[in-house]
């Protein structure tokens, strides 16, 4: 996590997590093969790695790989009332 949000390095966190998803997947089969339930117990966390890693992998391309100029230089809950998203003295 702190590779994709804290680093921005998109190509880094995908690798990180198609890794992980393999070493788990690859868990599961033999813990599958030892004891079913052991298996099966870790069938949802495969699920979320997987979906993790097509949101990785989808964020990264939509962004062309490259965070660096999709950052506000500061958050907007620290900006008080003035800011950009929400114009709340505009009268309805």
Same mark, same amino acid.
């Given at each position: 996590m ?19 998803t393999?070493?788990?997947g ?11 339930? %052991? ?9 979320w790695?997987?979906? %993790? ?40």
């Open positions: 702190p590779l994709f949000f804290t680093f921005k390095r998109p190509i880094e966190a995908t690798a990180d997590i198609v890794a992980l393999g070493i788990t690859y868990l599961t089969y033999l813990w599958g093969k030892v004891d079913k339930v %052991a298996g099966w117990a870790l069938a949802p966390y495969l699920g790695l997987c979906f %993790a890693t097509y949101l990785s992998a989808g964020a990264g391309y939509l962004n062309d790989w490259n965070f660096d100029d999709k950052e506000e230089p500061t958050p907007p809950s620290t900006k008080g009332k003035e800011t950009k998203f929400v114009d709340e003295s505009a009268e309805k």
